[in-house]
């Protein structure tokens, strides 16, 4: 395997033809890296997986658009491709260890983490299902039900699927199938991974790879409604956020516009970002209820201050709608503290866990 330095270097050649949107040369840089003798599994998560990681920080800090992120996703998705016809994607092992399925929950989209694992899966001898992204729940049942995996791997990077992602646990572990999970969505260290009722959780591609290898427990078939169950859900503060999520963003921002005199003037393109923006901060709200942790609110309104500065956009917007949800969840004692700790972190008071936003590329 080639040296870290090298495979940086390698990577800059792969960020330079992807951000050029040229698909030959980002195929033709992979083929070049591994006849230069690069092993095909750090290829894909030291050099791949790092011009994909970079995206994200490029975009974060307004180095690059969301054009731009979406052509150099593009462009890695079409050397995966190339990659897995190529003959080093041959498997090291003999034979199959198995067969394995990998996907993405309801709802998320962010595919490219997913395939990876599932190319470096093969590599090391299972056989893999790889579903792609936003796969329906009771399309994963049915799959599981007719194919019989050894295990399943569920994918989500953003924490408003983590409801999505709750239900596809439970419908899995139901059907025997032992359940790992990754990607961000699932916290700092998968602290959300064991709530939800997962067998295991990895933090990369690598580390998944490892525990497969290890084997998953098979565990006594678990009813979807026992399966992860979360007590705190029975004071339903959750139910009522999402019931009411249109309404309370429309409340929110007819109630700027009447504090801010800069709202209100707005083109109707500013006001539909700061809708969504609005929006964005009440799905991580009862992202937050559902997990009972205020770190995944506080983190991702952190998370949202810094994307706003880097694009020199005012963040005092989300002060006053920590305020005005505040004043209108008084009735809910759990959102109240998840506002009150956000706005503590917000004015400097704590420093919470990184939690990425709804923006972040793939």
């Not at 995966?80 to 996907?103: N, W």
């Not at 963040?315 to 759990?334: I, V």
Request: charged share 20%; with cysteine; aromatic share 4%.
């Amino acid at each position: 395997m080639s040296g870290g330095r090298d495979l940086g270097r390698w990577a800059d050649r792969l960020w330079a033809a992807a951000t050029a949107g040229d698909e030959q040369a980002a195929v033709g840089v992979a083929r070049d890296a591994l006849d230069a003798g690069v092993d095909m599994e750090a290829l894909l998560l030291d050099v791949v997986g790092a011009v994909q990681a970079r995206v994200g920080a490029e975009w974060a800090a307004n180095r690059i658009s969301v054009t731009q992120e979406h052509v150099v996703t593009a462009v890695n998705e079409r050397v995966i491709a190339a990659l897995a016809d190529h003959p080093g994607a041959r498997r090291r092992e003999g034979s199959a260890r198995g067969r394995l399925a990998v996907a993405c929950v309801d709802g998320e989209w962010h595919a490219l983490p997913a395939r990876l694992l599932a190319e470096v899966l093969r590599l090391r001898g299972w056989t893999v299902d790889y579903l792609g992204a936003q796969v329906p729940t009771q399309h994963l049942v049915s799959y599981l039900h007719r194919t019989g995996p050894d295990a399943i791997a569920l994918s989500s990077s953003i924490a408003t699927r983590l409801p999505a992602a709750h239900a596809a646990i439970a419908a899995c572990r139901a059907t025997g199938t032992p359940v790992l999970v990754g990607g961000a969505a699932y916290g700092p260290g998968g602290r959300y991974a064991r709530l939800l009722g997962a067998d295991a959780w990895a933090p990369d591609a690598r580390a998944a790879a490892d525990l497969l290898a290890r084997g998953l427990p098979r565990r006594p078939p678990a009813p979807p409604q026992a399966a992860g169950r979360l007590p705190h859900l029975d004071d339903q503060e959750y139910t009522l956020l999402t019931r009411s999520s249109a309404d309370l963003v429309r409340e929110l921002m007819d109630e700027l516009e009447r504090r801010h005199p800069a709202v209100a003037r707005y083109t109707p393109r500013q006001r539909q970002a700061t809708a969504e923006d609005l929006a964005h901060v009440v799905e991580f709200l009862a992202a937050s209820l559902y997990v009972d942790d205020p770190e995944l609110f506080s983190g991702f309104l952190t998370w949202t201050a810094s994307i706003l500065t880097a694009r020199d956009v005012p963040t005092g917007f989300l002060l006053s709608a920590l305020d005005l949800l505040a004043r209108r969840l008084t009735g809910l004692p759990r959102a109240a503290g998840v506002l009150a700790h956000a706005r503590e972190v917000l004015c400097g008071g704590l420093v919470p866990a990184p939690v990425p936003g709804p923006g972040k590329p793939e």
